[in-house]
């Protein structure tokens, strides 16, 4: 059982595609963050939103764009990625973006063709 | 930059086995949490530790935060098959409380 679901859980594209990875957390957190995680590497940070405002980008690729509609859902935009893009891209929740424990979604396996 | 490094990077033990792994920082930490990932799936929270010197019980689990505030470790007691998976530690970044630093983490299989 999750609080935070994540779809599709897997997702082929090419690099001319535009694709979208949505993000929904059911905890009534009031923060959302967006991660990237390659093979044997640690968890990269990309995007953290607190009440729908966007309060970090962590110098992500423009290629990249995320949207958080309401502070239920956020949404990572993709078009024109690269193959080296590939990853498990997870999404987590926190009651509040200062400090308090992340909750991680199932993630998202995508492979850029 | 800010780094977490986890030891051992894997291990292969024999179901009913007792389990030890550490984390390790540069810099002082307030907050240690313990997460496993499941091969395919997004990290799960074990076990979080807020305070020098704590030690914290999840079933077989149990971690602590060491002392030094530079450490945590994490003990799983009469391992199960389903113990496999990730352990990964984490903890807020010194200069930005949001930003979770990863560990490496530790790659644990258990043999049957």
């Known amino acids: 059982e999750t609080g935070v679901t994540q779809t599709p859980r897997h997702l082929v594209m090419g690099m001319t595609n535009k694709k979208s990875l949505k993000c929904e957390q059911h905890?009534?957190?009031?923060?959302m963050y967006w991660y990237k995680q390659s093979a044997k590497k640690p968890l990269e940070l990309m995007f953290v939103y607190s009440l729908e405002e966007r309060v970090e980008n962590n110098s992500v690729p423009s290629r990249f764009s995320p949207e958080c509609p309401n502070s239920s859902h956020l949404f990572l935009h993709l078009h024109t990625l690269q193959p080296e893009d590939s990853a498990l891209y997870l999404c987590?929740?926190?009651?509040?973006?200062?400090?308090?424990?992340?909750?991680f979604g199932p993630g998202t396996r995508l492979t850029v063709l | 930059g800010q780094q977490l490094n986890q030891s051992p990077q894997s291990m292969f033990i024999q179901e009913g086995e007792d389990v030890s792994m550490n984390c390790t920082s540069s810099?002082?930490?307030?907050?240690w949490l313990w997460y496993k990932q499941d091969p395919g799936e997004g990290p799960v929270l074990l076990i979080a530790l807020y305070k020098a010197g704590e030690l914290t019980s999840n079933g077989r689990l149990t971690a602590q935060f060491g002392t030094t505030r530079k450490d945590s470790f994490l003990n799983i007691s009469a391992s199960i098959p389903s113990d496999v998976g990730i352990y990964f530690c984490?903890?807020?970044?010194?200069?930005?409380?949001?930003?979770?630093?990863f560990g490496t983490g530790t790659r644990l299989k258990v043999l049957a």
């Open positions: 810099s002082i930490f307030n907050t």
């Open positions: 905890l009534g957190h009031n923060a």
């Open positions: 984490a903890g807020p970044h010194p200069s930005g409380t949001y930003k979770y630093i």
């Open positions: 987590a929740s926190s009651q509040d973006f200062e400090g308090d424990t992340q909750y």
